[in-house]
C-alpha cells in the first residue's frame, strides 16, 4: 500500500514570495489534514478535509494560507505572501474515515525555509 | 476544549532498561482516542499505539504498552528494552469523537535520547 505523498521535500523562498505544497493521500481516505510543525514544537493542525469539503480551518490564516482538495483526493497547500514566521515543516497526513479509533498516516513532509 | 499535556521535554534511559513518557489530556468528550507517535531525526511520524476511552484494558504493541488512566486523564506510553533505535522525538495525540469535527491534536513532545 502506497503510503502518503508530499512533494516538494525541501523549498527555500524569499519572504513575501508565494509557495505551494502538494499532497496526495492513501487511496480511499476520505480525511486528510495539513499540519505546520515549527522546530522544536509538536504538529499544529491547519485544516481538515472530509472527502472534499472543509471539516476545520480555525487555525489557518486565511490571510495568506489557503487549501483545497479538490475531488476529494490531492490537495495543495498555498502560502502567499510568505511570511519568516511560516518557516517550519508542512505535514500531510490521511485517515480513513472521522472516528476516534482511526489512527492517522503522515507523509514526510515538506520543510519550508523562508529567508 | 481538546488539550494535550506533555511535561517533560527531554529524557534520558540505558539501553535495554524500561522508560516512561508522560501524557496527560483534557476533554469534556466521554467518547475519544489517544495516539503515541514516534518522530525520527528523519522526519516522518510513525503510529505507535491506540487507546480508546471505552477500552477496558491498556493498550500494548510489541514494547509499547499504554499506561491509561481515565480517572487522572493521563496515557502514559512505557517503552520496556529500550533500543538506540528508539532515540527520537515522541508525541501524544488526541481525537475526540463528539466533536463536530473530530480534530486531531499533539502535545509539545518528548525527545528520548537512549544511552548505551
Known amino acids: 500500500e502506497a503510503g502518503v505523498a508530499q512533494s516538494p521535500r525541501y523549498k527555500i523562498i524569499e519572504k513575501r514570495q508565494s509557495v505551494a505544497f502538494w499532497c496526495n493521500p492513501i487511496?480511499?481516505?476520505?480525511?486528510l489534514y495539513w499540519y505546520q510543525q515549527i522546530l522544536g514544537q509538536g504538529p499544529k493542525l491547519l485544516i481538515q478535509?472530509?472527502?472534499?469539503?472543509?471539516?476545520?480551518d480555525s487555525q489557518l490564516p486565511k490571510d495568506r494560507f489557503s487549501a483545497e482538495r479538490l475531488k476529494g483526493v490531492d490537495s495543495t497547500l498555498k502560502i502567499q505572501p510568505a511570511k519568516l514566521e511560516d518557516s517550519a515543516v508542512y505535514l500531510c497526513?490521511?485517515?480513513?474515515?472521522?472516528?476516534?479509533?482511526?489512527?492517522?498516516?503522515f507523509g514526510q513532509g515538506t520543510r519550508l525555509t523562508v529567508v | 476544549a481538546q488539550k494535550i499535556t506533555q511535561t517533560q521535554p527531554g529524557m534520558f534511559v540505558q539501553e535495554k532498561e524500561a522508560v516512561t513518557l508522560d501524557c496527560t489530556y483534557d476533554t469534556s468528550d466521554p467518547s475519544y482516542g489517544l495516539f503515541w507517535y514516534k518522530q525520527p531525526s528523519s522526519g516522518e511520524m510513525i503510529f505507535l499505539i491506540y487507546?480508546?476511552?471505552?477500552?477496558?484494558q491498556n493498550a500494548t504493541e510489541g514494547r509499547y504498552s499504554l499506561n491509561f488512566q481515565k480517572a487522572r486523564k493521563s496515557a502514559n506510553l512505557v517503552i520496556s528494552a529500550s533500543q538506540l533505535g528508539d532515540s527520537a522525538m515522541y508525541f501524544c495525540a488526541m481525537r475526540e469523537v463528539g466533536g463536530a469535527t473530530n480534530k486531531l491534536i499533539f502535545g509539545t513532545g518528548t525527545l528520548l535520547a537512549v544511552q548505551p
Open positions: 478535509f472530509q472527502n472534499n469539503g472543509v471539516v476545520d
Open positions: 487511496s480511499g481516505h476520505a480525511t
Open positions: 487507546q480508546g476511552s471505552y477500552d477496558q
Open positions: 497526513a490521511s485517515s480513513l474515515r472521522i472516528g476516534s479509533d482511526t489512527e492517522a498516516f
